[in-house]
């Protein structure tokens, strides 16, 4: 889906597919160099990774193996609480593994915060982030992002994976919805 297919639903687009692609084949081109030798298993918490995971990892000039976590995190509306449930977990064993998880974007950081305890717990060689989108503004935890796209302001996003009421993921940009949106 264009930014021009949205209508009025869309208020500004703040990235392009293009420098969403650019900018994920850099990063892709850094992770390479970082785990030269290496074999790094990626990590996609689902839904919002999908299209971070499908076109981070197509960027890499080699095999990448790849699992996906869902998680929910308990809370009201757009804001995550912390509270954290698996709603499906890995299908290997990371011990001694060096893991890299691919997350679409890190808001307040509370969910990605346990996450990284909950895989640093299984016995894994390292366990590192890669975020497309973070907003420095809402984090409310200290953590460790070893690799990330974009910094982007406080508002809520949507397109390139990220949903609201679980639309607009196949939006190809990164952009804010009307509040016309959020009334109806
Ligand atoms: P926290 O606050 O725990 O949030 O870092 C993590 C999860 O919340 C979702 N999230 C968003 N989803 N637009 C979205 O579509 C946003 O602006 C946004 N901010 C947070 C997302 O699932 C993220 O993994
Ligand atoms: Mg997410």
Known sequence: MEPSDMGSDLESVLLTEQQIHDRLAELAAEIERDYAGREVLFVGVLKGALMVMADLSRAMTHSVETDWMAVSSYGSGTKSSGVVRILKDLDRDISGRDVLIVEDIVDSGLTLSWLMANLASR??????????????????????????????????????????????????????????????
């Open 123 to 184: 016995g894994p060689a390292s366990v590192e982030v890669c975020t497309l989108l973070r907003k420095p503004d809402a984090m409310k935890v200290d953590l460790k992002l070893r690799y990330i796209g974009f910094d982007i302001p406080n508002e809520f996003v949507v397109g390139y994976g990220l949903d609201y009421a679980e639309r607009y993921r196949n939006l190809r940009v990164v952009g804010t919805l009307a509040p016309h949106v959020y009334a109806t």
